[in-house]
């Protein structure tokens, strides 16, 4: 038996395309005949979703950080406002959700978009929703939207989520799996033939600075702090899809030698490797990524919303160090340098994504 899987996700940066592409390789590797349909979850919840949901975050993220950080507390944080932004979403956005499932005809679906995860999850509470729902979590933290008491099986890529989805989803399977990024991460790569395989100097420091996919933060700001580390060191800036601020930075580094500046690359898995520091905004997968590679990891340049919550775990943990301003990360910087790197060569150990999701769909193995 063969399963159908409906995969939802978002246009909102690759934290929500790249798990729904990987998940969707694995379960065809897993099982050829398997039926794969990934779909904008939240384009399908209508033309008023998307606006509020969608079209509007890159503004937000882009110019207006602070009223981006204030419809997060308000939608997230705050009780009364949460439950009315739950019953909104709910009003726009039930009739088409329900319409994609009815075409497709899943037999599990999977989310990799926090806001489709929660309506699903209280569709399936309420019992008007049949198919069993999986939500693919690649936040450490903040995840009152991602987890839900209604979905049949939490997937995490940071085992220090489990306490909090515990929270919010008691009962619910809970799996720290790999497979919701690139296979090449499961495989240890050495430093020496990272730098070699990307034409690198095999000696001296090198630092990734990084804005995720829209290229948010103080880019320039991190890549001077970087520069001035270490007078042999190079540092690689990743500008994601922003063509924009790609251009802008190359104008400003035009001069700097040792800065590179570059837009989206499939060579993570190498850079991560390669690198010694990795400065990023935005938290989430690349995060992650990082510290699969054993590249040390500083979050600074965009400590909003959800990424404040992500900063507070990453201290909590000691997974990462958070540098609100230059001088800060000037410091944090410093010390990442100084420290080791230490993979984490367990990762490809982990249960596959795909393989908990088939079963999850009653496919045998």
Request: include cysteine; charge should be negative.
């Given at each position: 038996?063969?399963?159908?899987v409906?995969?939802?996700?978002a246009g909102?940066g690759e934290g ?8 969707s ?24 979703g998307?606006l ?8 937000m ?6 009223l981006?950080d204030?419809?997060?507390?308000l939608?997230?944080r705050?009780?009364?406002?949460r ?15 329900l319409?994609?499932i009815a075409e ?12 489709a995860?929660d309506?699903?999850g ?31 099986l939490h ?11 515990e ?5 619910s ?8 990024t690139?296979p090449?991460?499961e ?11 990307l034409?690198l100097?095999?000696?001296g420091p090198?630092i990734l ?5 829209w290229?948010v933060?103080?880019?320039?700001g991190a890549a001077?702090v970087?520069?001035?580390?270490d ?7 990743l ?12 104008e ?7 800065a590179?500046v ?5 060579q993570?898995?190498?850079l ?8 990023h ?5 690349t ?8 590249c ?5 340049g ?9 900063n507070e ?12 301003d230059?001088s ?11 420290r080791p ?9 982990r ?10 769909a009653g496919?045998?193995?």
């Amino acid at each position: 038996m063969s399963a159908r899987v409906l995969i939802l996700s978002a246009g909102i940066g690759e934290g929500h395309n790249l798990p729904a592409r990987m998940i969707s390789d694995g379960l065809v590797q897993l099982d050829p005949q398997c039926e794969v349909t990934i779909r904008d979850g939240v384009a399908a919840m209508g033309t008023t979703g998307r606006l509020l949901i969608d079209d509007s975050s890159e503004l937000m993220f882009d110019r207006f950080n602070w009223l981006f950080d204030g419809v997060y507390y308000l939608v997230s944080r705050f009780g009364p406002t949460r439950k009315f932004s739950q019953w909104l979403a709910e009003r726009v956005g039930r009739k088409g959700l329900l319409a994609l499932i009815a075409e497709q005809r899943p037999d599990v679906i999977v989310c990799t978009h926090p806001v489709a995860t929660d309506l699903l999850g209280r569709l399936r509470q309420r019992g008007e929703l049949a198919i069993p729902v999986a939500s693919a979590i690649t936040d450490l933290s903040g995840l009152r939207y991602w987890a839900h008491p209604g979905a049949d099986l939490h997937l995490i890529t940071e085992e220090e989520s489990r306490a909090e989805v515990e929270e919010i989803a008691p009962g619910s399977r809970i799996v720290c799996v790999r497979g919701m990024t690139s296979p090449q991460f499961e495989q240890p790569l050495s430093q020496s033939d990272a730098r070699a395989a990307l034409e690198l100097p095999a000696t001296g420091p090198l630092i990734l600075v990084s804005g995720g996919g829209w290229a948010v933060g103080d880019l320039g700001g991190a890549a001077e702090v970087a520069l001035a580390a270490d007078p042999e060191g190079r540092v690689v800036i990743l500008c994601g899809r922003s063509e924009q601020v790609q251009a802008r930075l190359r104008e400003s580094f035009a001069r700097a030698p040792r800065a590179k500046v570059i837009g989206f690359t499939e060579q993570m898995p190498e850079l991560l490797a390669a690198a010694d520091v990795l400065i990023h905004s935005t938290a989430g997968l690349t995060a992650f990524e990082a510290r699969v590679r054993g590249c040390q990891l500083i979050s600074y340049g965009w400590g909003v919303a959800h990424i404040r919550l992500n900063n507070e775990a990453y201290e909590r943990f000691a997974l990462a160090e958070v540098a609100a301003d230059r001088s800060a990360l000037a410091d944090a910087l410093a010390r990442a340098l100084s420290r080791p790197r230490t993979a984490e060569l367990g990762y490809g150990a982990r249960p596959s994504a795909a393989a908990e999701i088939l079963a999850l769909a009653g496919v045998e193995q």
